[in-house]
């Protein structure tokens, strides 16, 4: 299969804003953010200095296997084994921005550095000084979702499958009035196919992963869905396990969950090629709100 030119990643510091391929214009869009995760994990792998238990929080058990399974001694060999499709099929195919040690820098505008202020930035263009707090505030700006929904070429044909509960308020989604799965019971989705009917299910049979969200692979799959259900031209999934489990100081378990975003980019990616509507005509975009 054919990726380039439509794959592109952006990672930095505190955020980044990922810029498009100069490339043939494409029809479709795949926006995925990864909340959390560090420029050092994408572009050096796994930090040695983290693999333990006083400083990563991994059990002392599983240091020894944690270290053989993601340890190597070039960069370039410990971030392929972190992140396999972002370095077997992106950075060979696609662009990469945000690599520091290379002076690939990307900064973000906003001065808080967290999470709400740095998606209103990503998803409209521009810091809002009004956006201090995670509190789930309707937001007052218009996100590039919404404008196109607005738009009579992408009118219906724009959809986000959500982690985090407040990303609801960051997209607005009274005002964008365009079909938007979250973490928790989705009824008018569930109505629309059994697939979603099945995930709200094991939602509710699963306990939740912390407050405000579920697990990853519940909105992966959303994603999926939505695009047998909507068909949408542009497609918005927010991964939420990095951020999560950095700040639970589970290093082990902040790796895991960065493999397994790689592979449901993969994954996602490998439908999109499967798909008559979609292969050869989308461009997939890989970002993050902030690093830690």
């Not at 050096?44 to 190597?72: C, H, Q, S, Y």
């Not at 001065?111 to 009004?130: H, N, T």
């Not at 927010?238 to 960065?258: C, F, K, Q, V």
């Amino acid at each position: 299969m054919s990726f380039f030119p439509r794959l592109c990643a952006a990672f930095a510091l505190l955020g980044a804003t990922a810029a498009l391929l100069h490339a043939a214009p494409s029809r479709n869009v795949v926006f995925i953010t990864i909340d959390g995760l560090r420029w050092q994990e994408v572009f050096r792998g796994a930090d040695e200095a983290f693999i333990n238990t006083e400083f990563g929080g991994v059990p002392e058990k599983e240091v020894a296997p944690l270290r053989t399974a993601v340890l190597a001694p070039a960069a370039e060999e410990r971030r392929a084994k972190l992140m396999p499709f972002l370095w077997g099929e992106v950075a060979r195919q696609g662009q990469l921005f945000g690599n520091r040690d290379r002076e690939s820098d990307m900064h973000v505008a906003n001065v808080e550095w967290f999470s709400y202020p740095g998606y209103q930035e990503i998803l409209c263009g521009f810091p809002d000084p009004l956006i201090t707090s995670n509190a789930p505030i309707p937001n007052r700006n218009v996100t590039v979702l919404e404008w196109l929904n607005n738009r009579e070429a992408f009118s219906g044909k724009v959809a986000a499958c959500l982690t985090w509960h407040v990303l609801t308020a960051t997209l607005n989604v009274g005002r964008a009035r365009f079909p938007v799965w979250v973490s928790s019971q989705n009824p008018a989705l569930a109505a629309k196919s059994a697939r979603f009917a099945d995930i709200d299910r094991w939602m509710r049979d699963i306990p939740i992963k912390s407050a405000g969200e579920h697990y990853d692979g519940f909105s992966f799959h959303a994603a999926r869905e939505m695009l047998a259900t909507y068909q949408p031209r542009v497609l918005y999934l927010a991964l939420g396990e990095p951020d999560t489990n950095a700040h639970n100081r589970r290093y082990d378990a902040y790796l895991d969950s960065i493999t397994r975003s790689d592979r449901f980019v993969r994954e996602l990616w490998e439908l999109l090629q499967s798909l008559d509507a979609y292969r050869g005509q989308t461009t997939l975009i890989v970002t993050t709100d902030h690093g830690r």
